[in-house]
C-alpha cells in the first residue's frame, strides 16, 4: 500500500442522487487510497450501483463531487472516466460470442485486431495470472474465462482505478482464489480497486476497507478483516441476518415430477445437447441441480417450462400426466411454474410495468381478465402482494421491471411463481447476485412452499445455497445429469467432482 | 470525427415530443425548399395547409384520404409493437380491391342489398390471402418478412394492371385499361351528400378504436407487445411466436384489403390500374408518426392526408410538380426517425478512444 498522506487517489464528496419518489444516494462519501482493495457493500436499493456509474461517468449527480487526487473531476460520460484512468469490469459481459478474443477486445479499444495486439494481451494476462489465448472464439469460453476478457480488456487501458461489480457471483471457488490473486497483484502495484460484493467472506478476506450502504447512505466504515461476516451482515442489513436453517424433511411424499431420459437437440452452434436426462421430484422436496454456468442449465429450463417442444411424449412427467407435448401455458395451468436465470428479458419484460409482468406468467393460474378483458386493477393488486410479501423495494406496481435493482427484481419473479401456489416449481440462479438479505427470504420461501407440500427443483451455481437447502442433490455436466444423492450425506467436494463430470460417487449410496 | 454515443437514460417526454418537432422541422425544410423554388412562404403556408381544408368539401376530402391511412396504420401498429415488420400493405390493399372489384363486376347485373357486404368480405380475404404468404413463409422457412411482404407488393400491383388490361376490362370502354364502372348496389353509402365522404371514414376511426382496445386491454393485445420487447419472455410464458405472426399478418392483411375495397367501391368506383396513391406505404410512416399507437395515429392520418391534398393544391395554384407531396412525406419521415435516434444517442464531436460501453 502506499502511503495514505499522499491523499486519496479518489474522494466522493458528499453524492446526492436523487429519483421520483426515492433518494438512490444521500449525501454519500467515499475515499479510496492508491493501492487499496475497498469494498463497497450494501443490499440490494442500497445505492452502490448508482455510486459506481456517478464515478464511472454514467449518472450525474444532483450534488456533491468527486476528487481525483486531490482534483475536481468532470465525469460527464464514461469517456471521461476512462481518461482519468478509471476502468469498470461490469456484471454483465458485453462480449460477441462469434468472434475471438483478440476481436472483441480489439472492438471495444476501437484499434484492429493485429498481432501487436495479440502480444499486449499475451502479456497483460500472463503478467496479472489471466491464462487467455487471444485466437479462441467467444462462445467456446466458460463465463470464468469471459470474465477475464473483460479484465485484460480494462488492464490494456493501465487504469489507476479499477471497478468490479460482483465479480465472483459467476465463478468457480478455483476461479475466485485465482481472481484474488490478480487484484492483490494489481493492489501491490498501486492500483486503487473498488469491489462492489454482498459475499462477506470474501470481502473479509480480500478487501483492506469496507464502505458500507444502507438505504442510499453511509452508514459505516469497517476494516472488514477485524469484523466477523456476522458483524458486515448486521452493519449492511440493519439486524442480524438469521441464517438460513436445514430442515431435513422426514419423509417425502408421491412423485409430482419427473424426467425420463430427456433428450433435446442442441438448436445452434453456442448451446448445448441435452442427453439422456432423468430424474425425479417428489412433493415436500427440494432436489438440487448444481453446475457450473453453460452446461446445459438454460437448454433445460426451456425443456422443462416449454418453451422448446420436446419429442416424443413420454419424457416429461407431471403430476402423472406425459407434458412433453404441452405448450408452456398448458404446463404452467397445470401446476408447473418456472423461474428463467435471466431477469431481464426472460423472466421480465423489462420496459413494462411491475403489474404488466404479474401478469406476464400469472393469467394462467389466476384471475387476472374480466369479460374477456384484461381487469388492470387485479393486476395491480396481484404485484402488490408480490411486493408485500417479498419486501420488494421499488416505486409501486407502475414501476418499469428495468427500474428495479437486480436483487428486487429478482424477489419480484420468484415472489410471482411462488404466490401462484405451484405443484412443482423450478427455478434457475435464484439468488444470483441478490443480497443475503434477499437470498435469505427466497430460500425461506422455497422452504415453506416444499412445507406445504408442493415440489422443487433448483437448478444452481452457488454450492452454499445448494447445500444449506436441498434434499437431494446433483450435477449437471455438459448436458449430462450425474446420479442424484440425499445432501446431508454428502460434501461440497463431492459435489464438486459430479459438477467436473463424475456421474457417480464411490462408496456412497 | 463524429459519432453516435448512447444515452444512458434516453428522455420520456421527448419520445413523445418526437412527432411535433419532426413536424415542425418539415415546415420548416419545406419553406426553405419553396423559397428556394422561389415561392412566396406565406402563399405556400396557405396553398398547402390552408386551402384544401378550407371548405366542408376539402374537410371531407381530408376525411376520404385519412380513412384508409388511419384504418391501415392502426392494423400495422399491433404488427408493428409484436416485431412483426409488415411492410406490404399496399399489396395487401390493392388485392383487396381486386377481390371484391371482381365480385362487383360479377353480380354487375344484381341490384340487390347483399352485394356490398359480399364484396367487403371479399376484399378482407383478399388482403388476407396476400398477407398469409408471407405469414406461411415466415413460420415455415423463417423467411424475413419485410422482403417478401414488400415484394409481393409489386406482384399485386402487376396482377391488377394485367386484370385491368385483359379480363376485367370494360367491355365498352374503347380499350381504355379500367373495368365498368360499378352499379349503385355496389359502392359505398356517403356520409355526407354532395361530398365523396364515403361510410369507411366512420369505420376507420372504429378500426382504430378497436385496435387499441385490442392492443390495451386484451391478453392477445399483451401477448403483442410482450413479443415485440423481450421474444423470449413471450415464450416462457407460453404465447406462441407462430400465432403472433400469423395474427398480425392476417389482421393488417384484412384491414388493409378492406381499405382497397372502400377506394374501388367509393372515390373511385371502378378498377384502374392504379387504386392507391402509396396509402400502404404511407400508413407505415402514419403508424410511427402516431407512436405505434391506434389513437396517435388518428392524428398522423391526418396531417398525412392534409399532405396529400396539399400536394394537389400546390400543383394547381402554384405549378408545384405533384412529388411534392411524397418530399413532404419523406421529409416527415426522415426528421421523425432522426429525431427517434437523437432520443436514444447524442452527437459527439471530436477524436476520442472510444470503447464499447
Known amino acids: 500500500m502506499l502511503n495514505p498522506a499522499d491523499g486519496p487517489l479518489v474522494s466522493m464528496r458528499g453524492i446526492t442522487k436523487a429519483y421520483p419518489g426515492v433518494i438512490a444516494n444521500d449525501a454519500v462519501s467515499l475515499d479510496l487510497q492508491a493501492g487499496e482493495i475497498h469494498a463497497l457493500l450494501g443490499e440490494n436499493g442500497a ?447 463431492q459435489v464438486g467432482q459430479l459438477m467436473g463430470g463424475k456421474t457417480a460417487l464411490d462408496g456412497v449410496a | 470525427m463524429i459519432h453516435l454515443q448512447r444515452r444512458a437514460n434516453p428522455s420520456k417526454l421527448m419520445g413523445y415530443l418526437a412527432p411535433v418537432i419532426a413536424l415542425a422541422m418539415t415546415l420548416l425544410a419545406g419553406f426553405l425548399l419553396f423559397a428556394l423554388l422561389g415561392v412566396p412562404v406565406g402563399e405556400a403556408f396557405r396553398a398547402y395547409f390552408i386551402d384544401p381544408i378550407s371548405d366542408s368539401y376539402g374537410l371531407a376530402e381530408l376525411g376520404v384520404k385519412a380513412a384508409p391511412l388511419i384504418m391501415i396504420a392502426a392494423a400495422l401498429s399491433l404488427g408493428f409493437r409484436a416485431g412483426v415488420w409488415n411492410i406490404g400493405a399496399e399489396g395487401q390493399l390493392i388485392l383487396g380491391g381486386i377481390c371484391g372489384g371482381a365480385v362487383a363486376l360479377y353480380f354487375y347485373e344484381v341490384e340487390s342489398a347483399f352485394v356490398l357486404p359480399l364484396m367487403c368480405l371479399a376484399g378482407v380475404i383478399g388482403g388476407m390471402a396476400w398477407a398469409a404468404i408471407p405469414a406461411l413463409l415466415r413460420t415455415t422457412v423463417n423467411a424475413n418478412e419485410i422482403l417478401t411482404s414488400l415484394m409481393l407488393t409489386y406482384v399485386a400491383s402487376l396482377l391488377l394492371s394485367f386484370l385491368v388490361h385483359g379480363p376485367m376490362r370494360d367491355p365498352d370502354g374503347f380499350n381504355f385499361p379500367e373495368s365498368r364502372l360499378f352499379h349503385d348496389a355496389a359502392t359505398l353509402p356517403l356520409v355526407l351528400p354532395g361530398t365523396r365522404l364515403h361510410i369507411g371514414a366512420p369505420i376507420a376511426i372504429f378500426i382504430a378504436l378497436a385496435a387499441w382496445i385490442l392492443l390495451s386491454r386484451t391478453l392477445l393485445g399483451f401477448a403483442l407487445r410482450v413479443n415485440g420487447n423481450a421474444p423470449r419472455a413471450a415464450r416462457h410464458t407460453g404465447f406462441s411466436q407462430a400465432k403472433l405472426v400469423w395474427f398480425s399478418l392476417l389482421f393488417t392483411g384484412a384491414v388493409a384489403g378492406l381499405a382497397g375495397l372502400f377506394e374501388v367501391a367509393g372515390p373511385i368506383g371502378q378498377l384502374n390500374p392504379v387504386i392507391s396513391p402509396g396509402y400502404g406505404f404511407t400508413a407505415i410512416i402514419v403508424a410511427f408518426l402516431g407512436r405505434l399507437h391506434p389513437i396517435g395515429v388518428i392524428f398522423a392520418g391526418l396531417i398525412m392526408a392534409l399532405s396529400y391534398l396539399g400536394g394537389e393544391t400546390a400543383q394547381i395554384t402554384l405549378n408545384m410538380p405533384l412529388a411534392v407531396t411524397g418530399v413532404f412525406q419523406g421529409m416527415l419521415l426522415f426528421f421523425l426517425l432522426a429525431a427517434d435516434v437523437l432520443i436514444h444517442y447524442r452527437v459527439v464531436f471530436g477524436r476520442e478512444r472510444h470503447y464499447v460501453r
Open chain 1, 47 to 493: 445505492g452502490k450501483s448508482t455510486l459506481v456509474k456517478v464515478l464511472y461517468g454514467l449518472l450525474q449527480p444532483d450534488t456533491g463531487e468527486v476528487l481525483w487526487r486531490g482534483e475536481h473531476a468532470k465525469l460527464r460520460s464514461p469517456s471521461d472516466a476512462r481518461n482519468l484512468g478509471i476502468a469498470m469490469v461490469f456484471q454483465h459481459f458485453s462480449l460477441f460470442e462469434s468472434l475471438t478474443v483478440v476481436e472483441n477486445i480489439a472492438l471495444g479499444m476501437a484499434v484492429s485486431a493485429n498481432d501487436s495486439l495479440r502480444t499486449r494481451i499475451r502479456e497483460v494476462s500472463s503478467r496479472y495470472g489471466l491464462p487467455l489465448d487471444p485466437d479462441r472464439d467467444v462462445f467456446s469460453l466458460s463465463v470464468g474465462e469471459r470474465q477475464r476478457i473483460e479484465i485484460v480488456r480494462c488492464l490494456l487501458q493501465e487504469p489507476q482505478l479499477l471497478i468490479m461489480d460482483e465479480p465472483t457471483s459467476v465463478l468457480t471457488p478455483q476461479e475466485v482464489s485465482e481472481l484474488f490473486v490478480t487484484l492483490k497483484r494489481l493492489a501491490s502495484e498501486g492500483v486503487g480497486i473498488l469491489y462492489i460484493s454482498h459475499k462477506l467472506d470474501e470481502i473479509r478476506e480480500l478487501c483492506d476497507v469496507a464502505t458500507i450502504l444502507r438505504g442510499g447512505k453511509n452508514v459505516a466504515t469497517a476494516l472488514p478483516k477485524q469484523e466477523s461476516a456476522a458483524s458486515l451482515a448486521a452493519l449492511m442489513i440493519g439486524e442480524d441476518v438469521q441464517p438460513v436453517v436445514r430442515v431435513d424433511n422426514p419423509k417425502t411424499g408421491d412423485p409430482l415430477f419427473a424426467l425420463n431420459k430427456l433428450d433435446v437437440p442442441a438448436k445452434t452452434r453456442q448451446s448445448l445437447a441435452l442427453q439422456d436426462l432423468s430424474l425425479v421430484v417428489h412433493a415436500g422436496e427440494i432436489v438440487g441441480i448444481a453446475g457450473v454456468a453453460g452446461n446445459g442449465q438454460d437448454e433445460l429450463l426451456s425443456a422443462i417450462a416449454g418453451e422448446v417442444p420436446v419429442q416424443p411424449d413420454e419424457m416429461i412427467w407431471l403430476k402423472g400426466e406425459s407434458v412433453a407435448g404441452w405448450t408452456a401455458g398448458q404446463r404452467r395451468s397445470f401446476g408447473l411454474c418456472a423461474v428463467p436465470e435471466e431477469r431481464l428479458g426472460h423472466a421480465a419484460v423489462p420496459s413494462m410495468s411491475l403489474a404488466e409482468n404479474a401478469l406476464l406468467t400469472g393469467f394462467h393460474r389466476q384471475p387476472l381478465q374480466r369479460a374477456g378483458l384484461i381487469a388492470m386493477s387485479r393486476c395491480k393488486r396481484s404485484a402488490n402482494q408480490i411486493i408485500d410479501t417479498f419486501s420488494v423495494q421499488c416505486h409501486g406496481t407502475g414501476s418499469a421491471a428495468s427500474s428495479l435493482s437486480g436483487g428486487n427484481l429478482q424477489k419480484f419473479v420468484v415472489g410471482r411463481e411462488i404466490l401462484q401456489s405451484p405443484d412443482v416449481l423450478v427455478v434457475s440462479q435464484p439468488t444470483w447476485g441478490v443480497d443475503a438479505g434477499a437470498a435469505a427470504a427466497i430460500h425461506k420461501a422455497l422452504q415453506s412452499l416444499v412445507k406445504e407440500g408442493a415440489a422443487v427443483l433448483l437448478i444452481s451455481q452457488d454450492l452454499d445455497e445448494l447445500m444449506a437447502i436441498t434434499d437431494r442433490i446433483g450435477a449437471l455436466c455438459a448436458g449430462r445429469l450425474s446420479n442424484f444423492y440425499s445432501t446431508p450425506s454428502i460434501d461440497a467436494q
